[in-house]
């Protein structure tokens, strides 16, 4: 079975640009995680969706960062504008439901200068 | 709210037994997680036990879980030059809209 895709696998801005990050989970999966790692720490939640209904973004910095699932599917991360205090692994994870195992996908490394 | 503490570096030499240590804080029934991550790479998840278990084993991978000290382990043995990597531990609440929270990983380095 594919596991999850994320692309790009690298990505290098300047502060105040704008970038987007895309997520396709495993198949039949109804829920998707984005988590932020910050380089030296483990991840951290950012949003959680059930199907294509956001069911926790409490940690999302919603001045500068959105997310979407639509069709509840895919999913893309924005960031605009960015901070270099942005720079992180954005690592997208999905799962069956809420309550089973979570798999993640190979992450963005993002490195804004 | 949870919290998830990991002693942050491990060295062993090659062929030898490796425990990592972790500790949580939860109260409620919970799942415990183990998993892998690679330099430059996601998380892959190695295994991960209930709150009420006392220890799963998966081929190299042995876990034990204190429930009374909410402290947890996991057990590499014949340790390989391949498994150097962080590990991070990770606790779920088994309710509702749960998610996951992380320790800050520990980072195993295995020498030949």
């Known amino acids: 079975e594919a596991g999850v895709a994320q692309s790009p696998r690298y990505k290098i801005i300047e502060k105040r640009q704008s970038v987007a990050f895309w997520c396709n989970p495993i198949?039949?999966?109804?829920?998707l995680y984005w988590y932020q790692q910050i380089l030296g720490q483990g991840p951290k939640l950012l949003i959680q969706?059930?199907?294509?209904?956001?069911?926790?973004d409490s940690q999302l910095p919603k001045d500068r960062f959105s997310a979407e699932r639509l069709k509840g599917v895919d999913s893309t991360l924005k960031i605009q504008p960015a901070k270099l205090e942005d720079s992180a692994m954005y690592l997208c994870a999905s799962s069956l439901a809420t309550n089973t195992e979570a798999f993640f996908g190979q992450g963005t490394r993002l490195t804004v200068v | 709210g949870e919290d998830v503490e990991q002693s942050l570096f491990l060295s062993v030499r090659e062929g030898d037994s490796s425990v990592i240590n972790c500790t949580y804080t939860?109260?409620?029934?919970?799942?415990l997680y183990w998993y892998k991550q690679e330099p430059g790479a996601g998380l892959q998840l190695l295994t991960y036990?209930?709150?009420?278990?006392d220890m799963k084993q998966d081929q190299r991978l042995t876990v034990l879980l204190n429930k009374k000290d909410k402290h947890l382990s996991l057990r590499i043995a014949d340790t390989q030059t391949g498994d150097s990597a962080i590990y991070f531990c990770a606790e779920r609440p088994n309710s509702g809209y749960s998610t996951l929270t992380f320790g800050k990983g520990t980072m195993l380095l295995v020498s030949p």
């Open positions: 939860d109260s409620s029934s919970t799942y």
């Open positions: 198949s039949g999966h109804a829920t």
């Open positions: 036990i209930f709150s009420n278990m």
């Open positions: 969706f059930q199907n294509n209904g956001v069911v926790d």
